[in-house]
């Protein structure tokens, strides 16, 4: 029988406003994929640490297990979520 | 603010044919939408990104009728999403992949699915040009956005240039303005091109300065961040350099129609030519809102093209049907 996978922890780094923040969690629910979300506008510290991370100064960027994503990369996010 | 799925529900399960698909969910498909259910037709929306359009990102929207106080762009793309909603629009929110506009039965492609209708409002809007010079790909997302209520958070207390000085460039920095600590705008005309309730408002900021009549050449980064902006004086030609983190660009729009070439009639920039009735050159096929040729892209007249577009396309649906 089949064991399935435990999902990987996955952050979501947004602002409220950004359509390609909103499309990216829609799509992690529309899957069912938990995930935490964090709005950089209100957490700065979670700002700088994205920034430190990534080098990247937009949203959304979407953290699976310790590799982050820039941007709604769907075939990436598919490929690391196994979502079919 | 919480996320909310409520009014971005994709229809479970979509039919394989519908009277009517409207490409795009922005305020002009969304109010075709709302026509169209009311006039009876099967309706599909097909959305890529999130319905509301351009005014889902944007702050505030300060001349919708009625709102008084203005009103959140969220907010109002939200309202309309619901709205289409309440009178039984199926929506799918993928991309677009392939239209075949031609004959009496279109075929709409997105993902895996093939969907066929009888008619097409074409209501996909536009998204922000780039300026094409040096260093703008390296650094996008590095110092460069498009998008102030995306990116500004990263840019609380710096000094940023915007480039341009259209609606979109002055709304935005309005709104850049709660956490940078000061704007250089870059403008090519020698004077603000937005409305003069916007440039009244800026121009009362200390914190900002406007070279009119210059060029962006080049934004120069350090491999990692973007650092400066090159910007090269129309009139005398002397280049200038200016150090910065952060940089806006909001130079116009480009239309959303690559995947209509050859099959509708668009201008030399890419826009759908249709008159106020929304007819474009091709039979059964409408367009609606930023993405048709006109002088006034605003919320006011893309939710007008949107409801023209459903009475044009149930007029035309009924005599496909064999009636009047």
């Known amino acids: 029988m089949a064991v399935e996978k435990k999902q990987p922890r996955v952050i979501v780094f947004s602002t409220p406003s950004c359509p390609w923040c909103r499309k990216t969690k829609m799509y992690l629910k529309q899957n069912k994929i938990k995930f935490k979300d964090i709005d950089v506008s209100k957490d700065m510290s979670a700002a700088r640490d994205m920034v430190r991370m990534t080098g990247q100064q937009g949203v959304p960027v979407v953290l699976i297990g310790n590799r982050p994503i820039v941007g709604f990369n769907k075939p990436l996010i598919n490929k690391l979520l196994g979502i079919k | ?324």
Request: net charge negative.
């Open chain 2, 1 to 324: 603010m919480d996320f909310s799925l409520g009014s971005l529900q994709e229809s479970k399960e979509l039919k394989d044919s519908y009277d009517l698909i409207i490409l795009g969910g922005g305020p002009a498909g969304l109010t075709a939408a709302i026509y169209a259910r009311r006039s009876g037709l099967s309706t599909l929306v097909v959305e890529p990104l999130i319905t509301g359009g351009n005014i889902a990102s944007t702050e505030k929207v300060d001349n919708w009728p009625g709102d008084t106080d203005g009103v959140s762009g969220e907010e109002l793309a939200n309202r309309f999403t619901k709205h289409a909603e309440r009178f039984g629009t199926e929506f799918l929110y993928d991309d677009i992949t392939e239209v075949n506009l031609s004959g009496n039965e279109k075929i709409i492609k997105s993902g895996n699915k093939s969907i066929k209708s009888k008619a097409v409002i074409i209501a996909t809007g536009t998204h922000p040009r780039s300026i094409n010079v040096p260093g703008e790909k390296e650094y996008k997302g590095h110092g460069i956005s498009y998008c102030a209520t995306c990116d500004a958070p990263f840019f609380k207390g710096k000094d940023i240039v915007v480039i341009g000085a259209g609606n979109s460039a002055i709304e935005e920095s309005l709104y850049l303005l709660n956490f940078v600590k000061s704007i250089t705008f870059i403008q090519d005309l020698p004077y603000i091109t937005a409305e003069k309730i916007l440039a009244d408002e800026i121009q009362k900021k200390e914190n900002v300065k406007f070279y009119f009549e210059h060029l962006v050449k080049e934004f120069k980064g350090d491999g990692n961040k973007l650092t400066s902006v090159i910007f090269e004086d129309r009139k005398t030609g002397e280049t200038k350099e200016i150090k910065t983190e952060g940089c806006f660009v909001y130079i116009g729009l480009i239309p959303n129609t690559n995947l209509y070439k050859g099959q509708i009639e668009l201008d030399k920039y890419g826009y759908v030519i249709a008159n106020e009735d929304t007819i474009t050159s091709t039979s059964g096929v409408f367009a609606a809102g930023d993405v048709r040729v006109k002088n006034l892209r605003q919320i006011v007249t893309a939710v007008s093209d949107g409801a023209v577009a459903a009475y044009e396309a149930k007029k035309y649906i009924d005599k496909l049907n064999g009636g009047n």
